[in-house]
C-alpha cells in the first residue's frame, strides 16, 4: 500500500491528540506507511493513551518495515505523558535503527 | 460550545443528581441499607463538587464537601444513617439544592441556614469520627496535602475543594515514615476512553498521592493495521509509596473503576525492591500540570484543572460528570471497595442495558410535534378526497392509504413520546415541601409517591407543578392534625400524604391522599354561606360542599399562615389544572382524610374526539368524556318543568342537554328524535346527555388553540383541522354541562379541552 513517490514523510501531530483524534492519527500512519517517517510533536498540548497506543504500534510497524520513525521536536507535553504512561520515548527513538 | 453552554449542561446534571440524591435518602429514610444506595447518593454529591470545583462555585463546593465527608462516614459504617441523621441529611439536600439554584440563577441562599446545617453536619462526621482520629493520629505533617477529614473550617464558605478521598485516614500505619508500597495493575477498558475518561490523567492522579513507578506493558498492542484506535491495548503496572490507605488509592480510580480492571496490593516492605518493575521510567511530578493545582487532587480536582486549560478540557469534565450520572442509574450493586475486578464487570454490563440518551431542545421537538401534526391533517385530507373520489372503494390506493394513516399515526404517537417525561421530578420536589411546611408547622409527615415513572407530556408537567405545591402545602397545613390530636384520635402521630400517579383510559390520573382529619362539612357550608356563595337554604350533598372548597374566594383556615390559606386556594388551583384540560375532584371522610383526584390529558397536542353535527356546525366532542352514545327514543323523553328534558337510561333519569341552543346555534329545541344522545360524564360526578344532531365518526385531531389564532369562545375549548380542510371546534363538555345547570356560559369560563 506503500506509495513509491516520496522516501521521506514529516506527520505532525495535532496539538489536542485525544480519543477522537486516535482514528484520523491511525489513518494517516497508515497512509505513510513504506516510507522513512518523522513524527513532529512539538504542537502537541495533550496527548491520551489511546494516541499514545497508535503511535507505538506506528514505531513497530515502522521497524518491521526497517523505515526510520523519528519523533522530532517532542513537546514538554508530549515526552512528559509519555513519561507518565510509562513509555520512553527514546527507547522509540532508539529502537528504530 | 462556550463556558455559559457548558455551565448549563451541569446545571442540567445537578438538577439529576439532585434528584437520584434525594431519592437515595428518602429510600434510606425508608430503611434501605443497600450499600449501593448510600453510594448512589454519595456519587451524586460527589459529582455535583466535582462540577462546581470546575466553575469554581465555590460555595456549592464548599457545602457540598461537608455534606460528603458525612456522607462517607455513613458509606464507612462510621456513621449509621438513623432517622434523625437522615433528616439532617435531607435538609442538606435542600440547602444544597438552593446553592445549585443559586449558583445558576443568581440570588442568594439562607446563610445562616447551610451555616447551621454545616455544623450539624460536621458534628454528625466527627462524632463518628473522633474515634476514628484517635486511633490514627493526624498523618505526618510532611504530608503537604489537606488531608484532615473537616479541618474545622473557620469560614464555611471558604474551603477548598478538598476530595473526600482523604477524609478516612484511619489507617494505624500512617506514621509510618515513608508509608507503605504498593503494587496496582491497571488495565482500563475501551469504556473508559468513550466516556471521557483519560488514564493518562488517572496516572498522573497517582502520581500525586506518592512516589510512582510505572511500567507500561505493551504486550497486548496489535499490528498498526490490525488495531483498532480506540481500542484499549495498555495496561499498567504501577508501584506507588504513599503514606495514603489502599482506599484513598482506589479513590483515584472512582469515577473509572466500572470500567477497567484495577487490583491494588499492599506490598511487604521487606520485598519492596524485587516488586519494583525492571524498567522504572523516571518522571517528573510536574509533569501535566499546566495549572498550579498542588492541593487538587482526584477526579474533582482533575476536573477543576482541567478547566482551567481550555473550554475543551471543561467539555471533559461535563463528559465526565455525565458519565458518573450514567453509572449511577446503573445503579448496579457493585461495592466500591469490594472485589473491585468483579463488580466492575458487572457494572460494565448493567451500563450497557441502560439506554443511552441525547439532549435535544425542546423548540426542535417541539417544531416537530407541530409538523407532524400538519402531517396528520393532511393525511386526512388526501384520504377523504381519495375516498370521495373513488365510489368503488378497493382500489391499491385506498390500501396504501390506509398504510399511510396508520405509519401517520404511529409516527405522531413516537414524536409525543419524545415529550413524555416521568412525573419523577415534580413529585421529587413535592418531597421537599412537605418536608419544609411540616417543619414550620410542627407536623410530622411522611409523603409517599407511587408510580413517579408514570410518563406525561412534559408541559403538562412542567404546569403541574404548582397546583399540585399549592395542594400539598394545604393538605400539609389544613388536611393533617397536628401530631397531638392525631394521637387522641389514635391514629399515627405521623402523618401521611400519598401522591399517586397512573395511566388511566389515555388520561393521566394524580391522587393526593392525606390521612388528615378530611373536610369539615359544617364548616365548609357555613363559610359558603357567609361569602353568599350559596344561600343559606340551599340543601346541597356531601359531595357538593366538598367541591365548595374549590370556589373562588374560599378559605376554611381560621387563621391566615404563610402557608396556605390566603383566600386564592384551591380555586386556582382547579383553575389551572382545568387550563391544562384536567379534571379536579375532591373526596373526603370526616377523620379519615381527604382525597383530591387530578386527571390530566397525556398530551395537549392531540386528541381522540368524536366529530359530531350539531345545527350544521361540525363540532369535536372529546372522546374520553363520552360514555356511550345512544339513539333516543320517544317513549324515553320525559318534559321537565318549563323547559327541561330528561333521557331515561336504563330506568335512571339524565338531564338531556341541547347542545345546539346552549351553544346558541340555534334558538329552538331540537327533536331529540332526529339526534343523538352523548351520554357524557362531566366533572363533577354526574352524567348527562349530550344532544347532538348526527355523529360523523370518530378519528384523532390536532388541538389548535383558539385563543392564539382568534380568541376564547364560551363552552369551546379548542379548535381543529379537519381532513377536508374545514375548522371544527372542540366542545368544553364541563362548560357546556355547567351551562345547562342554569349558569349562561361566561366568557371567564375555564378551558377543558380534552374534558
Not at chain 2, 451541569?10 to 444506595?37: H, I, M, V
Not at chain 2, 396556605?564 to 389544572?577: E, F
Request: with cysteine; hydrophobic share 40%; charged share 25%.
Amino acid at each position: 500500500m506503500a506509495s513509491k513517490k516520496a522516501a521521506n514523510g514529516t506527520l505532525k501531530l495535532s496539538p489536542i491528540l485525544d480519543l477522537n483524534e486516535a482514528t484520523s492519527l491511525h489513518g494517516k500512519l497508515m497512509s505513510m506507511r513504506g516510507n522513512n517517517i518523522t513524527i513532529d510533536a512539538s504542537h502537541v498540548e495533550r496527548l491520551g493513551v489511546q494516541c499514545a497506543q497508535v503511535l507505538i504500534a506506528g514505531a513497530r510497524a515502522w521497524q518491521a518495515d526497517k523505515k526510520t520513525y523519528t519523533v522530532e521536536k517532542s513537546s514538554d507535553a508530549f515526552a512528559k505523558t509519555m513519561q507518565l504512561i510509562g513509555i520512553d520515548t527514546d527507547h522509540l527513538v532508539a529502537k528504530e535503527t | 460550545m462556550d463556558m455559559n453552554e457548558i455551565k448549563e449542561i451541569f446545571f442540567q446534571e445537578c438538577e439529576e443528581q439532585l434528584a437520584e440524591l434525594e431519592s437515595g435518602l428518602l429510600k434510606l429514610n425508608d430503611g434501605d441499607r443497600d450499600p449501593e444506595t448510600v453510594n448512589a447518593v454519595f456519587r451524586a454529591v460527589h459529582s455535583i463538587k466535582g462540577g462546581a470545583g470546575a466553575f469554581g462555585l465555590d460555595d456549592l463546593v464548599a457545602f457540598a464537601h461537608v455534606f460528603e465527608t458525612t456522607l462517607d462516614c455513613v458509606r464507612s459504617n462510621r456513621l449509621e444513617p438513623t432517622q434523625d441523621v437522615l433528616k439532617v441529611m435531607l435538609k442538606s439536600a435542600d440547602v444544597l439544592a438552593d446553592l445549585t439554584n443559586a449558583a445558576r440563577d443568581g440570588g442568594c441562599v439562607d446563610e445562616a441556614r447551610s451555616r447551621g446545617l454545616v455544623k450539624e453536619l460536621e458534628a454528625l462526621a466527627n462524632g463518628e469520627a473522633l474515634v476514628a482520629s484517635a486511633e490514627a493520629p493526624k498523618p505526618t505533617p510532611k504530608a503537604a496535602e489537606p488531608v484532615q477529614a473537616a479541618p474545622a473550617p473557620t469560614d464555611e464558605s471558604g474551603f477548598q475543594p478538598i476530595p473526600f478521598s482523604f477524609d478516612s485516614f484511619g489507617d494505624d500505619e500512617v506514621a509510618a515514615e515513608y508509608g507503605d508500597t504498593y503494587e496496582i495493575s491497571f488495565r482500563p477498558r475501551r469504556e473508559l476512553f468513550s466516556k471521557g475518561n483519560e488514564a493518562a490523567l488517572l496516572l498522573r492522579d497517582l502520581s500525586r498521592i506518592g512516589e510512582v513507578s510505572i511500567n507500561c506493558d505493551l504486550d497486548a498492542l496489535p499490528a498498526l493495521e490490525s488495531m483498532d484506535p480506540e481500542e484499549s491495548y495498555f495496561s499498567w503496572k504501577i508501584s506507588l509509596k504513599t503514606v495514603k490507605t489502599e482506599d484513598d488509592i482506589r479513590a483515584v480510580f472512582e469515577f473509572a473503576e466500572w470500567d477497567c480492571d484495577l487490583e491494588v496490593k499492599a506490598v511487604e516492605a521487606a520485598s519492596q525492591a524485587e516488586e519494583l518493575p525492571m524498567v522504572p521510567v523516571p518522571f517528573d511530578l510536574s509533569a501535566l500540570d499546566d495549572v498550579p493545582a498542588p492541593a487538587e487532587e482526584s477526579e474533582p480536582a482533575r476536573a477543576a484543572a482541567e478547566s482551567g486549560t481550555a473550554g475543551e478540557d471543561a467539555k471533559m469534565a461535563a463528559a465526565a460528570a455525565r458519565v458518573e450520572k450514567k453509572e449511577s442509574a446503573a445503579a448496579a450493586a457493585a461495592q466500591t471497595t469490594a472485589a473491585a475486578a468483579a463488580a466492575a464487570a458487572q457494572t460494565t454490563a448493567a451500563a450497557a442495558a441502560a439506554g443511552q440518551t441525547i439532549r435535544v431542545d425542546l423548540d426542535r421537538v417541539d417544531r416537530l410535534i407541530n409538523l407532524v401534526g400538519e402531517l396528520v391533517i393532511n393525511q386526512a385530507m388526501l384520504s377523504q378526497s381519495v375516498i370521495e373520489n373513488d365510489t368503488t372503494g378497493t382500489s391499491s390506493i385506498n390500501m396504501g392509504l390506509e398504510e399511510l394513516q396508520q405509519l401517520t399515526r404511529e409516527i405522531q404517537d413516537s414524536v409525543m413520546a419524545i415529550r413524555a417525561q416521568p412525573v419523577k421530578p415534580v413529585f421529587q420536589r413535592m418531597s421537599r415541601i412537605v418536608r419544609e411546611v411540616a417543619d414550620m408547622v410542627g407536623k410530622s409527615i411522611r409523603l409517599v409517591t407511587e408510580g413517579e415513572n408514570t410518563e406525561v407530556d412534559k408541559t403538562v408537567i412542567d404546569k403541574l407543578a404548582e397546583p399540585l405545591t399549592h395542594m400539598i402545602r394545604n393538605a400539609v397545613d389544613h388536611g393533617i392534625e397536628t401530631p397531638e390530636k392525631r394521637e387522641a384520635a389514635g391514629k399515627d402521630p405521623e402523618g401521611t400524604i400519598k401522591l399517586t400517579a397512573k395511566h388511566r383510559s389515555g388520561r393521566i390520573l394524580i391522587e393526593l391522599v392525606d390521612d388528615g382529619a378530611g373536610i369539615n362539612r359544617e364548616r365548609v357550608k357555613q363559610k359558603a354561606i357567609d361569602n353568599d356563595l350559596i344561600a343559606p337554604d340551599a340543601n346541597l350533598t356531601d359531595e357538593e360542599i366538598d367541591n365548595l372548597i374549590f370556589a373562588p374566594g374560599f378559605s376554611t383556615a381560621d387563621k391566615i399562615s404563610d402557608i396556605s390559606g390566603r383566600g386564592v386556594g384551591m380555586d386556582v388551583v382547579k383553575r389551572s389544572i382545568q387550563a391544562l384540560g384536567g379534571r379536579i375532584s375532591i373526596s373526603s371522610r370526616p377523620g379519615q382524610g381527604s382525597t383530591f383526584t387530578m386527571s390530566l390529558p397525556l398530551t395537549l397536542a392531540v386528541l381522540d374526539g368524536m366529530v359530531v353535527t350539531v345545527a350544521g356546525q361540525t363540532l369535536v366532542v372529546p372522546l374520553t368524556a363520552i360514555v356511550e352514545t345512544l339513539q333516543p327514543e320517544a317513549s324515553a323523553i320525559h318534559s321537565f318543568g318549563a323547559n327541561q328534558r330528561l333521557i331515561s337510561i336504563r330506568n335512571s333519569f339524565c338531564p338531556l342537554v341541547d347542545v345546539g341552543r346552549i351553544l346558541n346555534f340555534r334558538s329552538a329545541h331540537a327533536n331529540p328524535m332526529e339526534g343523538v344522545a352523548l351520554l357524557v360524564e362531566s366533572e363533577g360526578g354526574g352524567q348527562r346527555a349530550l344532544m347532538v344532531d348526527a355523529i360523523q365518526g370518530q378519528r384523532q385531531v390536532v388541538i389548535k388553540s383558539l385563543e392564539a389564532n382568534y380568541t376564547h369562545v364560551p363552552g369551546i375549548a379548542a379548535a381543529t383541522i379537519l381532513g377536508d380542510g374545514r375548522v371544527a371546534l372542540i366542545l368544553d363538555v364541563d362548560a357546556v354541562v355547567a351551562a345547562s345547570r342554569g349558569h349562561s356560559l361566561k366568557p371567564e369560563m375555564s378551558l377543558a379541552a380534552t374534558g
